[in-house]
């Protein structure tokens, strides 16, 4: 890590704190949790999602448009559509959204709708994406990549901040390993040494790390017990449904207990949960 | 997991109790903290620690006596003569001992003075061991092979019980992956799985998984999180002074502060800690 | 492997030829050594390796003008610069070049002086790149991600090839492992089970799979015997003054000599090598 | 390797001969085929096995007795009664033969029937097991640990030869990987290494490291080629019926195929192969 500038901490209180909305922050005493499906499937499912969640409640919105699939002749998201559903849902519920990026030419089109950009785990060394980043004017999640070492990790997050952007938010969703019973393992030592490294904020996504949804809700409470800044969890109102990854996605009844069951656990590591905010925007 | 006959669950209650003593059982309400060095030093070294720790509180004491050492010519432990200063401090302080068995001519001698016998990472599939175990009436601890898979984990356990010894605590404790910045990938996502398949209790070894002190805390919180029944964490008087894995053990203090910080994380997943038992046992 | 459609062979003779020049090609009897450094930085340089190394010989270069660096403060290439040098000595040795593509925004550009365009292992699964380079012209040596699987390998290229692109090369180049004394681990497993499942010339890059010079040669050989249909490997005319991956780069005479000694090897499994080819070429 | 004081290389040329018979040894000009099925079946299995490969030519036979089975209820082999087939079938076919013994107590008894004894990979580092095996006065075949790095796979064969044995012989067998396709990952990175490290024999098991058949006549081929001393591979006369690992054994007619397609390869490396010997033995 010997190259690294701007993503090390200076000193071991130095911590950024990335906002998302005027309400909603990544890094700050409040735990963050961002839920919604792998992929937009349509404005019925997303309102759903967010009406439902919104007094789980999750802070922010996940939604696939542009997605990244082994195959060429699997669903490649919903794009503009998807994009225009999120951000009407993102509006009507005052939840900001997240969704991937995948192609520099996507940057100009989903800051427009978009919260939060997303660089998913195949794109974690996309460097020329990563520049581009750096002047995308949104905050990055920045998701670890199938195999990246710590070091790549946080060196990822230097190419975007040495090119303009300071608001970087790193996600561990799990890395390959010899085991088929879980999709991925879950790296909480990752998560810990990335906290102590950087000042940055680090999340979770326990979905993605498990690929099995009964591994999710004891996952996610390890995760804000090792001191996570928040998770990004697939939710989908007919988890057997969804288009993509439905065998981890929680169900909205699994979801909103999950975000129940955090509280204590923040607590019990002198961190807070949000509150239910605004619930009058719920109402439709 | 088709061919296990033993170790799976029957039903979502279905959940054993292994215990080390009359007070002491790992897999019940309580979580089980077992802290002590890597390897038995000295008689000092070990009264220091179960007297330090017995009020942190800790409820059982670790320390090898036979060592599986990658080297030949390194220190093999301390063999008879630390099984005698284990059992004379496990007597004085009341608190159970675990030390790892690394072969079949060891279990009758090592029985005789320890309360629960390990089986370390390197033996997990040394079946003749563990059938040998399957007779050696006593507890055995069951540490998952470097890259065993959950499978081959619980088979092992499934060894040793199908030869007659019920009292089996899976551990986790790190697997081998690509990133040398902690010493293994701690896996509880594994934890989760093995708690929801088998009835048998499951802990977790931080110092292993992460080879690195600053990490231990945060990672045993999540493990505790998770749903494991306890932890076994390396602790010595002086960690720069460790004869071996002398980067990972936790001073009397850390030790203790991290054992403190536990009781709130347990309470919020549905757990309770064991209180300080016995304190004038502690007056020496 | 099920939504392959026009990478996997249709019958066990099936095999593709992709054509690097009219003389040249990969895929056919004869097996194609490409060779050159990590990165081009002078044209005395390049010199160098092109008048030596056309003798030995190899039948392409390579060199990176666009480098994918762990950080963004590292030499990031010598861009359009090199780009003229590649191309000047391609034209004055007759050695067609490949060289790799890091973004969208590069094809262009690349293509007006490359002969074959090279996706690095950090983008194998940057799908938006894949889908450009569908409608590139030019042929495509698509290099394994570092924890990619076998199917994942074949879907991106299939992505390639579903775009318009039918010349495709696949490159094994070493996964991510658990010992560091390798840089990673070259996997001809993969180049065989590729080679059986697929009509696509597969080529072999020793240097990155091993990090280490002194084991290049014996990879490239074992390589050779396994199937693989070439080698692409770092040479370099001052190996530890390179500017990048100085511990794996050949000297000259040590490629000289490995490739001469690929030749009886060729041969022991029915291939054949190309002799040197106009020579008078490399009078200047 | 800093603590390895009799495996490593004294000089380049320093190269150790392990004798299995008073015409075959490993490690010498001649690189040596060790042929059988995975379990000692009958007598008729095992005759037929001899018979036919005795003229493929193999120089040894191979066949397990006590098996390392991941299911305490899966076949642990014939035992004695499979011993003293293997040694009637030996002495018949003058072929001397390895097989695998798993724990201290069955070394003199194997001693008495085989000509070499296997460490499997699961005891790799069974520590105990290796001290005693220092004294076994036979030949050991050190297979590397399932997820060894080299520097444990040359400190376990320390502990043989600094208990006494010099006749150690490393086998690279395959290591654990993320890719399911393959059973494991064939790392003849370590085979360079180790033949470049140390003095040792080095031999190569394609038939774990592959899981399926149709790899292993490649991968044999590479590994003669990148410089092994050997190759051990199993071979059923009716591969689908074995009792186990029925996916990777070659049959009698795919493995003569392959140990004759071997010379060439050996020959290419400046080695040489063995040829038919004592062919009036086998007419039984």
């Given at each position: 890590m010997k190259d690294a500038k701007l993503v090390l901490k200076a000193n071991p209180d130095h911590q950024s704190i990335v906002s998302l909305s005027k309400e909603i922050a990544i890094g700050g005493q409040e735990i963050v949790i961002i839920g919604g499906p792998c992929a937009v499937e349509s404005l019925t499912q997303m309102e759903t999602v967010a009406r439902e969640l919104k007094s789980a409640p999750i802070q922010a919105l996940r939604g696939g448009v542009y997605k990244p699939r082994?195959?060429?002749?699997?669903?490649?998201g919903a794009g503009l559509e998807g994009l225009e559903i999120l951000a009407s849902v993102s509006k009507r519920y005052d939840l900001p959204v997240v969704t991937e990026v995948m192609?520099?030419?996507?940057i100009k089109e989903i800051s427009a709708y978009a919260d939060m950009l997303q660089v998913g785990s195949r794109n974690m060394q996309n460097f020329d994406l990563l520049k581009a980043l750096g002047q995308a004017g949104k905050p990055i999640l920045l998701k670890r990549g199938l195999a990246a070492t710590i070091e790549e990790f946080v060196m990822a997050a230097e190419y975007i901040m040495s090119h303009g952007n300071p608001n970087v938010v790193l996600c561990e969703r799990g890395i390959r390993s010899f085991d088929s019973y879980t999709r991925n393992v879950l790296d909480l030592g990752a998560v810990v040494a990335l906290k102590q490294l950087t000042h940055l904020p680090v999340i979770v996504d326990p979905s993605h790390a498990a690929g099995r949804r009964e591994l999710i809700a004891d996952l996610s409470r390890a995760a804000i017990a090792c001191g996570a800044d928040g998770l990004i969890v697939e939710s989908h109102p007919e988890p057997e449904k969804s288009v993509s990854d439905a065998q981890q996605a929680l169900s909205i009844e699994a979801m909103t207990q999950l975000v129940r069951s955090l509280k204590p656990v923040a607590e019990a590591v002198g961190r807070k949960t949000y509150g239910v905010q605004c619930p009058q925007f719920a109402i439709v």
């Open positions: 082994t195959s060429p002749y699997a669903f490649q192609a520099i030419s996507q």
